[in-house]
């Protein structure tokens, strides 16, 4: 029986486990990557396990979601990874050079390599051919170390392509096609690899494109083959040396199919407040819009860049609309600067903002109140965008850029004739703003920077017998992370500081929460179904955890944010039977008797509702590995322990 490439890539890497569907399997990480707004953490963590060195094939630190420095804190975050970078081994690109998965897939991705990241779109680097995960920063951590990266051995989805896109329908109308098909849930325990004919009708950055958002389907990752057109690009970065082709066998054999004819697409847009929440742009058509952004690790290519320049050349932006523009690299910059596709922008009346993650993550260009904003970035989750009743739309740089024109949703499709926008034969390669670590000798030499704003994460207790506990938030389906630890300009810079962060938790959905909490001492949170999806920041189990959260008990969770409970401690529980989900309300007491003895004995967990006097079941899907994690009080006693 012939082997899927994911099947190929991670039982290369195995290093535990056995490649059977939905058991644990350890794998061997060759890199590793972290952005700001997780690295802080991650290296303090890397810093308490003490490895001197990392020990992986190449670990990257880059800078990019906290660059509005309002105060010192973002500076200070700043200052305190280039100094651990220097030290421990890391490569360290700094502010100004780009969005992590730009950066990454331009100079550092290989195919056929593992990577993992503090960051949900970490899958990026699958449009390279690499199996790219994103991770907690604590996981992040302990690969950096050298140690073994755990995931469920995930289910394989094969989407074939067949055909090829007509003129102005972009890759991102084909994720957006594709989480229309399978929903913010359908990707969960999946890797999503692309295969047939229509693969290699797309460039290296496209594929990126349909990889990263691939994220918002909740799978493991997403992964093209590693082809002629990888080779390619590699080749254009410079670095075809890092060619290896690779892909499924002929006879291999998938999970489930899904067909995917290219020609049959047409621009297409996920509406507030979700990413599978799609419509077509025929069917938005002539609705006016407010502003317009382009950029984000989905879509700030070279080629999307182009595209979007070539649509502004010689018009003005419309009188209603506000266009911000943030090429996702110091490369893509620096070519569009000296093609002259930037000046054509800027003369369209562009607004033309620093590489690095910026609106995406709500650091500046919130819309106005109620304000409709096309984005063409991967995420639309309510407040988000930092301005609360904001009405976010995610479209292509395609139906961004004509739609800014015409100050309406406008199909790009109108357009006419598509001119030949080809990717360069030759990029432009300097890596002057990527600063290289000493030499292993020479560590000691190096001082480690550190701000007043950075405090250490907050320390979890073993395991208690018994869990009294009220039940401090009730929540609904579908709670991302951007509610239980929003981000945006005011927030981000306290990543660092964990009881101050920790004021604003969950504070979109109850602003009493911290309080309450906190009087509370100890509680539980009870969330329906996907809770947790979206980002890979473990500030929203951190914060919980210096709350008082005991356990959180939920219908069903999403990958990421269930790894970072457990490894801060927290008991992810999941109902039984979902009807006793209804039985349940906010400041009820519960009780959980024994939680270790009846964890070692089986996966159910018996717990009382002693406000409404009566009992339930509920499911602790962890690994047995995992469960010596929460009896230890997470993953960093764990890996104390047993140093
Ligand atoms: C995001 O897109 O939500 C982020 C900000 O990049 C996060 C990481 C973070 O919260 O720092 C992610 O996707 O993991
Ligand atoms: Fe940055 Fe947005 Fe990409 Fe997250 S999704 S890494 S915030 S650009």
Redesign the pocket.
């Known amino acids: 029986m012939g082997q899927t490439l994911t099947e190929k890539i991670l039982s290369a890497h195995l290093v535990e486990g056995e490649m059977i569907k939905g058991s644990e399997i350890g794998i061997r990480i060759d890199q590793t990557l972290t ?1 700001d ?1 997780t690295g802080t953490m991650a290296y303090l963590e890397f810093e308490a396990m003490g490895v001197p060195r990392v020990k992986t094939e190449r670990s990257v630190a880059y800078i ?2 906290n660059t509005l420095q309002s105060g010192f804190e973002n500076a200070d975050d700043h200052r305190f990874i280039g100094s651990v970078c220097k030290k421990h081994g890391i490569y360290f690109s700094r502010p100004g050079n780009g ?3 730009q950066v990454h897939l331009e100079r550092f991705g290989i195919p056929g390599k593992t990577l993992i990241g503090s ?3 970490t899958p990026t680097g699958g449009g390279i051919g690499m199996i790219a995960i994103g991770a907690g920063g604590m996981d992040v951590a302990v690969a950096m170390g050298g140690g073994t990266y755990y995931i469920t051995c995930p289910k394989v989805v094969k989407v074939n392509l067949t055909g090829a896109l007509r003129p102005w329908v972009a890759a991102k109308d084909v994720i957006l096609e594709v989480l229309k098909r399978l929903s913010v849930k359908g990707g969960v325990g999946k890797v999503i690899e692309y295969c047939g004919d229509g693969v290699k009708t797309l460039s290296v950055p496209e594929r990126a494109t349909i990889t ?1 958002m691939g ?1 918002e389907l909740g799978a493991t990752t997403s992964i093209f083959p590693s082809d002629e057109i990888t080779r390619e690009f590699l080749k254009a970065q410079g670095r075809e040396q890092d060619y290896t082709p690779l892909a499924a066998d002929s006879d291999a054999v998938y999970d489930e199919i899904v067909e995917i004819n290219l020609s049959e697409l047409e621009p297409l847009a996920a509406c507030p407040h979700s990413p599978d929440n799609i419509k077509s742009i025929k069917e938005l058509e002539g609705q006016k819009i407010d502003q317009v952004c382009i ?4 879509n ?1 290519s070279l080629l999307d860049m182009m595209k979007v320049a070539h649509i502004l050349k010689g018009k003005t932006v419309h009188p209603d609309v506000s266009l911000a523009i943030a090429p996702g690299s110091k490369q893509v910059l620096n070519m569009l600067a000296n093609n002259g596709a930037l000046a054509i922008m800027i003369d369209a009346g562009a607004r033309i903002l620093e590489s ?3 609106p ?2 709500g650091m500046g260009q919130s819309p106005n109140s109620k304000g409709i904003s096309l984005r063409t ?3 639309n989750f309510e407040g988000r965008s930092g301005t609360k009743d904001g009405q976010i739309y995610l479209v292509s740089p395609e139906t961004a850029a004509v739609s800014a024109l015409t100050g309406v949703f406008t199909d790009p499709t109108t357009l006419g004739k598509m001119p030949n926008i080809k990717l360069p034969k030759k990029f432009t390669i300097n890596d002057n703003m990527i600063a290289a670590p000493v030499p292993a000798e020479d560590m000691d030499s190096v001082e480690v920077l550190r701000g007043p704003n950075i405090k250490p994460f907050p320390v979890s207790q073993p395991l208690a017998d018994t869990i009294n506990a009220g039940v401090s938030l009730k929540v609904g389906d579908n709670i991302t992370t951007d509610h239980i630890m929003p ?1 945006g300009a005011k927030i981000l810079p306290l990543r660092s500081n964990i009881p101050k962060i920790s004021e604003y938790c969950f504070a979109v959905c109850d602003e009493k929460f911290h309080d309450r909490a906190l009087e509370m001492g100890k509680s539980i949170i009870i969330g329906g179904s996907n809770y947790g999806q979206g ?1 890979s920041r473990e500030h929203a189990a951190l914060a919980p955890l210096y709350l008082g959260v005991k356990a959180v008990i939920t219908k069903s969770f999403a990958r990421i944010h269930m790894a970072n409970l457990v490894n801060a401690g927290i008991i992810p529980m999941t109902f039984a039977n979902e009807n006793d989900y209804d039985k349940i309300d906010q400041n009820d007491e519960l009780k959980i008797e024994n939680v270790k003895e009846q964890l070692s004995s089986g996966n159910t967990v018996n717990v009382t509702n002693i406000t409404k006097g009566f009992d339930f079941e509920v499911n602790v899907e962890v690994s047995a590995r995992q469960k010596e994690m929460l009896y230890a009080g997470g993953l960093l006693n764990y890996t104390k322990q047993n140093a």
């Open positions: 952005q707004a990019d979601h969005i992590c998965h960051d949900s779109h990263n994220a950029g984000s690790c989905t700030s690095a993650c910026g995406c993550i970035f991967n995420r981000a980002s």
